[in-house]
């Protein structure tokens, strides 16, 4: 048996999906895309083309539930499935989008650049509990239209998982898939080994953009996944009743589904979202607060109730540099998610209510997960009778530690971290030569970083993808792109 949350009864979960059900019928979602309408109206909903209101209908909405598949797999670069969505196993990146990174030297928030973001994949690709890579930081070194793709491109270069990545204007969508079918070897490789999922956010309160919008439509036509993250916030954005906030969050990843079965039946999609309760005196949403981990685990009920697969943004602090507050908010949230059955958890190495990525803290986070994963495995009945020949046999007063039973089976029941963790035994007379965990952090990546980057990608593909990424940069007045490391 493996240990499980549960935070909602069964009649809760029926009452929140009704209540959704009849807030998109009445008042209906906003939508700020002409096809988007049109495909609606299409299908029978109630469109209004001026004030863009579309009152979405509950025969609508349980077709496009019907066609969702309830599992699908990202591939690695080497063709191999690496993440199974809806599969009841729990994965994790480091979450996408920071603007800063805490500087490893200075422990303070500094802007991100293109070497930051190489070496932060170089991590990923070495920490093997973090299962996906993730677009995780803006580089400020190039210009601002084109940051989407060109952080695509850096992971691109140097990754091998899979990795999640999203937009910011529908511009770029065509360059990142050009970037993604080269790096898969063609359209239909990518449609059947897709590399990568996109986060795709509505607006709350009940709002879609025509960007957001767009994407879905690209995606789902591409056969590229798409990972909702609607992100309402209790108090501000939706209601203040945490039930409230996640009634609102169903009603907003309904219409997302609705949308991307209606571009493409069948299309895969993930129920997500980054949720939080809102700090009325700090004008904060944070994701180390309480609220926000129930949020999180009655949406993912919710999904996992609809047959789909599941997505939350855990595992992150709130604190702004990596300190006990930075472990107690990160291992609870992601405790509570994977017991939860959170498919995909977004936020390994995430500070400052998703703003800043620290290095540090994703390697510490990586034996966090390791050691979650462990747990979550629950106790395991390796022999029967469990416990009472093997008992008798030694006898009272005696030990098991050379018994060959405990040689069998003390690496598959023990976990057993690498040095970043401290389990050696005190010793008062070395303790001022002990280290915090920011400096045994510190040691690790220093240690994962010695050698150079290792592209996964062939040269000649590197080459084209970096073409790619040039002519982008180009249209936006910028003649060169920054050097890589180790490129063609």
Same mark, same amino acid.
């Given at each position: 048996?493996?240990?499980?949350?549960?935070?909602?009864? &069964?009649?809760?979960?029926?009452?929140?999906?009704?209540?959704?059900?009849?807030?998109?019928?009445?008042?209906?979602?906003?939508?700020?895309?002409?096809?988007?309408?049109?495909?609606? @109206?299409?299908?029978?909903?109630?469109?209004?083309?001026?004030?863009?209101?579309?009152?979405?209908?509950?025969?609508?909405?349980?077709?496009?539930?019907?066609?969702?598949?309830?599992?699908?797999?990202?591939?690695?670069?080497?063709? =191999?499935?690496?993440?199974?969505?809806?599969?009841?196993?729990?994965?994790?990146?480091?979450?996408?989008?920071?603007?800063?990174?805490?500087?490893?030297?200075?422990?303070?928030? *500094?802007?991100?650049?293109?070497? =930051?973001?190489?070496?932060?994949?170089?991590?990923?690709?070495?920490?093997?509990?973090? =299962?996906?890579?993730?677009? &995780?930081?803006?580089?400020? %070194?190039?210009?601002?239209?084109? *940051?989407?793709?060109?952080?695509?491109?850096?992971?691109?270069?140097?990754?091998?998982?899979?990795?999640?990545?999203?937009?910011?204007?529908?511009? @770029?969508?065509?360059?990142?898939?050009?970037?993604?079918?080269?790096?898969?070897?063609?359209?239909?490789?990518?449609?059947?080994?897709?590399?990568?999922?996109? %986060?795709?956010?509505?607006?709350?309160?009940?709002?879609?953009? %025509?960007?957001?919008?767009?994407?879905? #439509?690209?995606?789902? *036509?591409?056969?590229?996944?798409?990972?909702?993250?609607?992100? $309402?916030?209790?108090?501000?954005?939706?209601?203040?009743?945490?039930?409230?906030?996640?009634?609102?969050?169903?009603?907003?990843?309904?219409?997302?589904?609705? #949308?991307?079965?209606?571009?493409?039946?069948?299309?895969?999609?993930?129920?997500?979202? @980054?949720?939080?309760?809102?700090?009325?005196?700090?004008?904060?949403?944070?994701?180390?607060?309480?609220?926000?981990?129930?949020?999180?685990?009655?949406?993912?009920?919710? +999904?996992?109730?609809?047959?789909?697969?599941?997505?939350?943004?855990?595992?992150?602090?709130?604190?702004?540099?990596?300190?006990?507050? &930075?472990?107690?908010?990160?291992?609870?949230?992601?405790?509570?998610?994977?017991?939860? +059955?959170?498919?995909?958890?977004?936020?390994?190495?995430?500070?400052?209510?998703?703003?800043?990525?620290?290095?540090?803290?994703?390697?510490? %986070?990586?034996?966090?997960?390791?050691?979650?994963?462990?747990?979550?495995?629950?106790?395991?009945?390796?022999?029967?009778?469990?416990? #009472?020949?093997?008992?008798?046999?030694?006898?009272?007063?005696?030990?098991?530690?050379?018994?060959?039973?405990?040689?069998?089976?003390?690496?598959?029941?023990?976990?057993?971290?690498?040095?970043?963790?401290?389990?050696?035994?005190?010793?008062?007379?070395?303790?001022?030569?002990?280290?915090?965990?920011?400096?045994?952090?510190?040691?690790?990546?220093?240690?994962?970083?010695?050698?150079? $980057?290792?592209?996964?990608?062939?040269?000649?593909?590197?080459?084209?993808?970096?073409?790619?990424?040039?002519?982008?940069?180009? @249209?936006?007045?910028?003649?060169?792109?920054?050097?890589?490391?180790?490129?063609?």
């Amino acid at each position: 048996m493996k240990p499980s949350v549960q935070v909602l009864e &069964a009649e809760q979960e029926k009452k929140i999906i009704q209540e959704a059900i009849k807030i998109l019928e009445n008042p209906g979602i906003v939508i700020f895309n002409t096809e988007c309408l049109n495909l609606l @109206s299409d299908a029978g909903a109630k469109v209004n083309l001026d004030t863009k209101l579309a009152s979405i209908s509950e025969n609508l909405i349980h077709s496009a539930l019907d066609s969702c598949p309830a599992k699908f797999s990202l591939y690695n670069l080497r063709g =191999d499935p690496a993440v199974q969505y809806g599969s009841g196993k729990t994965f994790f990146n480091p979450g996408s989008s920071t603007l800063y990174i805490l500087d490893s030297q200075t422990q303070e928030p *500094r802007k991100v650049f293109t070497n =930051d973001l190489v070496q932060f994949v170089q991590l990923v690709e070495s920490l093997s509990p973090i =299962d996906a890579q993730s677009t &995780a930081m803006v580089p400020s %070194d190039v210009p601002e239209a084109i *940051r989407d793709l060109y952080r695509l491109y850096l992971a691109l270069c140097y990754m091998t998982k899979p990795i999640i990545t999203g937009i910011f204007r529908k511009q @770029s969508w065509g360059v990142m898939k050009e970037l993604l079918v080269t790096a898969a070897g063609g359209d239909q490789e990518l449609r059947e080994k897709p590399l990568g999922i996109f %986060d795709i956010c509505p607006t709350s309160p009940l709002t879609w953009s %025509d960007t957001s919008c767009q994407n879905i #439509l690209d995606n789902a *036509r591409s056969g590229i996944p798409i990972q909702l993250v609607a992100m $309402p916030m209790a108090g501000a954005t939706s209601p203040v009743t945490l039930a409230g906030t996640v009634v609102q969050h169903t009603a907003e990843c309904l219409s997302g589904i609705v #949308l991307s079965q209606l571009a493409c039946k069948g299309s895969k999609i993930v129920w997500g979202g @980054s949720a939080a309760v809102f700090d009325m005196k700090n004008s904060a949403a944070p994701m180390g607060a309480p609220g926000t981990w129930l949020i999180a685990a009655s949406y993912a009920q919710i +999904g996992r109730s609809l047959g789909l697969p599941t997505q939350a943004y855990l595992g992150i602090s709130d604190a702004k540099i990596v300190d006990a507050q &930075a472990g107690m908010e990160s291992a609870t949230g992601a405790l509570i998610g994977t017991l939860a +059955g959170v498919n995909m958890i977004s936020g390994a190495g995430m500070l400052a209510y998703e703003n800043c990525q620290s290095p540090e803290k994703l390697i510490l %986070d990586a034996e966090m997960i390791a050691s979650i994963n462990h747990f979550s495995n629950g106790i395991q009945f390796r022999d029967d009778p469990l416990a #009472l020949n093997l008992i008798r046999e030694v006898g009272t007063g005696a030990d098991f530690i050379s018994h060959e039973h405990t040689l069998k089976w003390f690496k598959k029941e023990v976990h057993y971290p690498s040095p970043v963790i401290d389990r050696k035994p005190l010793n008062p007379a070395d303790l001022r030569g002990h280290k915090s965990a920011w400096d045994r952090a510190q040691d690790r990546r220093q240690e994962l970083l010695l050698s150079p $980057p290792r592209p996964a990608l062939p040269a000649d593909v590197r080459t084209e993808l970096r073409k790619i990424t040039a002519q982008a940069a180009q @249209s936006e007045g910028m003649d060169q792109l920054p050097p890589l490391p180790d490129h063609p």
